[in-house]
Structure formats: structure tokens, C-alpha cells
């Protein structure tokens, strides 16, 4: 029997999955990205993230179970996604749904992802949902594929 996936919007009680998600070592090891210590992370999430009404904040519920988030936010002129499940959820087709129905919600184009370049399921997971990459970026130590959706890059 398939999952039910569905987005609505962030309530309190996720941000405790959220940090969860951030800390699960094999995820810190495929997207190259620290996680946040407790107070540094709430408090990112509660002023940049929730505090900034041009941001698109969903998260992601899978049979009633927060199971990750997706975000648009503007860095400068690119609109930008990203996005973070919970390991249980990977594999198994629920990011390419949960990232079809954020498509459909998020309609700024040209829309930009840039994931490390060794994270091959996420960049996968993109280019399902019709990204293209388009060359690569380094954001400190960290190469990073850059694939946008629609526009020109």
C-alpha cells in the first residue's frame, strides 16, 4: 500500500522533527551540512525561516508523520528550494511527490536548487521533478551542483 504524502503548512511541534532530521549522521554525511546545535537551529528557523513572509515553508506529512520540510526562499535574484527528510522516508518516492506538490504551489520560475554534488539522490530527486543541472558552484569546502527549473540560468 503506497504512503499518503502531503504538505501543509509548519506547526510548532515540527521544528523537534526538523532538528531531529538535521542531526541523523548519515544525513549531516550526504548533504555536507552541520547541523545546528539546539538554540542556533530553533532560532534560525523561527526568525529567518517562519519570520520571512516571502518564503514558501511546507512541511512534509506522510501518513499523519512529520517526515521532513521543503522551503523557497529569494538568496539575492535566484529563488531557491531546499529541502530535508527524515531517513525513514528516503527511497521511497516520497520526495519526488512531496517536491511535484510544492511545485505546483511554488510558481516562481526560473527556481533554483543547488545540493552538494555527492548527494546523487537528491540531485536525482530534481531532476525527476524537471530540473536541469546546470554547472556547479563551491559554497566554502563544498561543491554543489546548481539545477534550476524553467527560465534561463
Same mark, same amino acid.
Given at each position: !500500500?503506497?504512503?499518503?504524502?502531503?504538505?501543509?503548512?509548519?506547526?510548532?511541534?515540527?521544528?523537534?522533527?526538523?532538528? +531531529?532530521?538535521?542531526?541523523?549522521?548519515?544525513?549531516?554525511?550526504?548533504? /555536507?551540512?552541520?547541523? /545546528?546545535?539546539?538554540? +542556533?537551529? !530553533?532560532?534560525? $528557523?523561527?526568525? #529567518?525561516? *517562519?519570520?520571512?513572509?516571502?518564503?514558501?515553508?511546507?512541511?512534509?506529512?506522510?501518513?499523519?508523520? @512529520? +517526515?521532513? &520540510?521543503?522551503?523557497? $526562499? $529569494?538568496?539575492?535574484?535566484? /529563488? @531557491?528550494?531546499?529541502?530535508?527528510?527524515?531517513?525513514?522516508?528516503? %527511497?521511497?518516492?516520497?520526495? @519526488?511527490?512531496?517536491?511535484?506538490?510544492?511545485?505546483?504551489?511554488?510558481?516562481? /520560475?526560473?527556481?533554483?536548487?543547488?545540493?552538494? +554534488?555527492? &548527494?546523487? %539522490?537528491?540531485?536525482?530527486? *530534481?531532476? #525527476?521533478?524537471?530540473? @536541469?543541472?546546470?554547472?556547479?558552484?563551491?559554497? %566554502?569546502?563544498?561543491?554543489?551542483?546548481? *539545477?534550476?527549473?524553467?527560465?534561463?540560468?
Amino acid at each position: !500500500m503506497e504512503s499518503s504524502v502531503h504538505l501543509r503548512d509548519v506547526e510548532p511541534a515540527d521544528l523537534e522533527f526538523f532538528l +531531529a532530521y538535521e542531526h541523523d549522521p548519515e544525513a549531516v554525511r550526504r548533504s /555536507r551540512f552541520p547541523p /545546528r546545535e539546539r538554540e +542556533a537551529f !530553533m532560532a534560525h $528557523w523561527t526568525s #529567518k525561516v *517562519l519570520g520571512d513572509p516571502a518564503n514558501l515553508v511546507q512541511t512534509v506529512v506522510v501518513d499523519g508523520a @512529520t +517526515a521532513g &520540510n521543503i522551503v523557497a $526562499w $529569494w538568496d539575492g535574484e535566484r /529563488r @531557491t528550494i531546499g529541502y530535508w527528510l527524515g531517513r525513514p522516508y528516503w %527511497g521511497r518516492g516520497i520526495g @519526488t511527490r512531496a517536491l511535484t506538490a510544492f511545485l505546483e504551489r511554488e510558481t516562481a /520560475r526560473p527556481l533554483y536548487a543547488d545540493p552538494v +554534488a555527492g &548527494n546523487t %539522490g537528491s540531485v536525482r530527486l *530534481l531532476e #525527476k521533478c524537471g530540473f @536541469t543541472a546546470t554547472g556547479t558552484e563551491r559554497h %566554502g569546502e563544498n561543491e554543489h551542483v546548481v *539545477l534550476v527549473l524553467g527560465g534561463s540560468a
